[in-house]
């Protein structure tokens, strides 16, 4: 195991920065995953740590040895891409036993190393067969078991599970996730599924426009998200956004389309907030609550669709021009009538405020974010 740690890291490719001025820590046996939307940075600093493009700025340590501009195969850095790269003429065993030849070791530590690995992966009897006889998900476990097989300081997985089917990749992910708490590897994982990134991390890092945006356990992401992005990407849907200033009381939020009144015991945290300032109110779906009829302090709205989840159904509500995502449960027949009136209500410790010039955090009603130790997280 080693701990990996980046300083001012920036890449630019002529004139466009992809990664720029990070710096971040990825603890020592612990998976870090990497997520952000296409483009953002996430697989360029991947690659960095990986020795296959070299920084233009900044310093890579793995564990004490600073690698910035070390070649790749100097590094004891094994990764995972996105295909699965097996050598279509191999059997199983020779692709996983390839990199262990290329660096002159004996055959019988390869045999044990190669075994051993496959044994891990449910691959034993699978190793006389060719790439083209294994369906996705075992192709992917030999690639897997390619990089194991080195024991190295530390993995790299730039989304491994995209090729496989929805079902295959559920069940593949939480294979690779106890797999990596069981060899107690550093892992860094690229990932734009945030569904992913949030199952699988033990920290959680997003990134936009070659930054980091922010680093948590991703519980405290979810939970507490710092800018409106954030809040807005993690999340299956996002967070709802609504304009929104303080009244100069600072008992109500004047909204685009309506008004709504502060709960008493969340209005202390609002005294700080400037009543001239223009502000954003973000509330997820699951912290709406929804009525047949009028209650105090709720809103009239539309039903403009439904989508059927089985076990909730998402509903899409409009306010004149404001459009809102619902979450309620699926035995309320009256929730799937289109173009119904509903009134809805914003849980007291739903509410989040964000600063609408710069999109950062201003008021976090949630209870106290979890303190995380590492150690304990590695331990289950």
């Not at 920290?203 to 800018?227: A, I, R, T």
């Not at 001239?276 to 929804?290: H, K, V």
């Not at 809805?344 to 955090?361: E, H, T, V, W």
Request: a negative charge; hydrophobic letters at 40%; charged letters at 25%.
């Amino acid at each position: 195991m080693a701990k990996v740690e980046v300083k001012d890291l920036t890449k630019k490719f002529g004139e466009a920065v992809a990664v720029n001025n990070i710096n971040l820590d990825f603890p020592e046996g612990k998976l870090t995953v990497l997520v952000g939307p296409s483009g953002c940075g996430k697989t360029t600093l991947l690659r960095m740590l990986a020795g296959l493009e070299e920084p233009t700025e900044g310093k890579i340590f793995i564990g004490e040895k600073e690698v910035a501009h070390i070649p790749a195969w100097d590094r004891n850095v094994a990764m995972v891409f996105q295909s699965y790269a097996l050598y279509p003429n191999m059997t199983v065993y020779k692709n996983m036993a390839f990199p262990l030849q290329a660096r002159r070791m004996g055959k019988a530590e390869i045999k044990k190393r190669v075994e051993e690995s496959a044994e891990i992966l449910h691959l034993t009897e699978l190793l006389n067969r060719y790439p083209r006889q294994l369906s996705g998900g075992q192709m992917q476990r030999v690639a897997i078991g390619r990089a194991i097989v080195r024991k190295p300081d530390l993995f790299l997985m730039d989304e491994p599970l995209s090729n496989l089917d929805a079902k295959l990749r559920v069940s593949t992910r939480a294979g690779l996730k106890r797999l990596q708490r069981d060899l107690g590897v550093t892992t860094v994982y690229v990932t734009h599924d945030q569904a992913e990134a949030m199952t699988l991390a033990d920290q959680l890092v997003v990134m936009n426009k070659g930054e980091v945006l922010q680093v948590d356990y991703p519980d405290n992401v979810y939970y507490h998200p710092q800018q409106v992005f954030v809040a807005d990407f993690i999340g299956s849907p996002g967070m709802n956004f609504i304009p929104c200033q303080l009244d100069q009381d600072r008992i109500h939020l004047h909204l685009k389309d309506f008004c709504y009144e502060l709960p008493s015991e969340i209005r202390p945290k609002f005294q700080a907030i400037p009543t001239s300032q223009d502000l954003i109110l973000g509330i997820r779906p699951e912290d709406i609550i929804m009525n047949l009829r009028a209650t105090p302090n709720a809103f009239r709205v539309s039903i403009y669709i439904n989508e059927e989840l089985g076990k909730e159904t998402l509903v899409t509500v409009v306010c004149n021009d404001t459009f809102l995502k619902v979450c309620v449960p699926p035995t309320l027949a009256m929730y799937r009538r289109i173009g119904a009136d509903a009134w809805l209500d914003f849980k007291p410790d739903g509410l989040r405020i964000f600063d609408a010039s710069n999109q950062r955090l201003l008021v976090d009603c949630a209870p106290e974010k979890m303190e995380v130790d590492f150690e304990d997280v590695l331990n289950g």
